[in-house]
């Protein structure tokens, strides 16, 4: 079983639609969380970083953390064709400072 | 801030050939990651230094691969005797800090074997 499982997709969604992105860790010794966006043969681009459970807000952006669940969220709002891209979700141990991926939601949001 | 640089962006070469490849990180960042991420999937760690001094290989990393960052700035990553599974995107990464802070990354060095 993999450290960080993250739901497939693709997911496809209109302009304007809200995107729900999620993963899951089997380790409660990852207290740190990231998003990162990959836009196709580019390398991965830090949208959102937490480390407590609960919200955080970025502009259309909201990461969300259950540490109790061992959940963590990303939602997009009024989404743009910018947008489209592979979303990865990353998580650090507390002790240690190697990322942890998840293998990546691609997102086509269609104008 | 200019960003993670990566050289060069695209490597195409025989198997059983020798490649290099390197990484500027952002300059205040004392910590330098390298991950290889395949299609459909994340990117996996290989090995991270701290300023000079590599702290952590993964098992990925077999006797083949040698990463070294002199003097704590940029840094390479050298694959000998290519074979045809390790072609893969190579990403290098950076960050300032303890545990915890974030990771940026450059645009990565795509490897493909012939």
């Known amino acids: 079983q993999k450290e960080v499982e993250q739901d497939p997709g693709p997911l496809s969604v209109p302009e304007g639609a809200i995107v729900s992105l999620n993963c899951t860790y089997s380790?409660?010794?990852?207290?740190?969380f990231m998003w990162y966006r990959q836009y196709s043969r580019k390398g991965p681009e830090l949208l959102m970083y937490?480390?407590?459970?609960g919200n955080k807000e970025d502009g259309r952006f909201t990461a969300q953390v259950d540490k109790s669940s061992k959940y963590i969220s990303l939602f997009i709002r009024d989404s743009q064709p910018s947008d489209s891209a592979t979303y990865l979700c990353?998580?650090?141990?507390?002790?240690?400072?190697?990322?942890?991926f998840g293998a990546g939601t691609t997102v086509t949001v269609r104008a | 801030d200019t960003g993670v640089s990566q050289d060069p962006r695209h490597k195409i070469t025989k198997r059983g050939q020798n490649v290099t490849f390197r990484c500027d990180p952002i300059s205040e960042h004392n910590r330098l990651y390298w991950y290889r991420q395949t299609l459909g999937q994340g990117p996996e760690f290989l090995t991270y230094f701290q300023n000079e001094a590599q702290l952590e290989k993964s098992r990925l990393l077999s006797d083949r691969f040698s990463a070294e960052r002199p003097k704590g700035s940029f840094s390479t990553l050298e694959i000998q005797r290519t074979e045809q599974g390790d072609s893969a995107m190579y990403l290098c990464?950076?960050?300032?800090?303890?545990?915890?802070?974030?990771?940026?990354f450059g645009d990565g060095t795509r490897l493909s074997i012939l």
């Open positions: 937490t480390y407590s459970s």
């Open positions: 380790n409660s010794a990852f207290q740190y």
């Open positions: 990464a950076s960050s300032f800090g303890g545990v915890g802070q974030p990771q940026h």
């Open positions: 990353a998580i650090n141990r507390s002790n240690d400072y190697k990322l942890s």
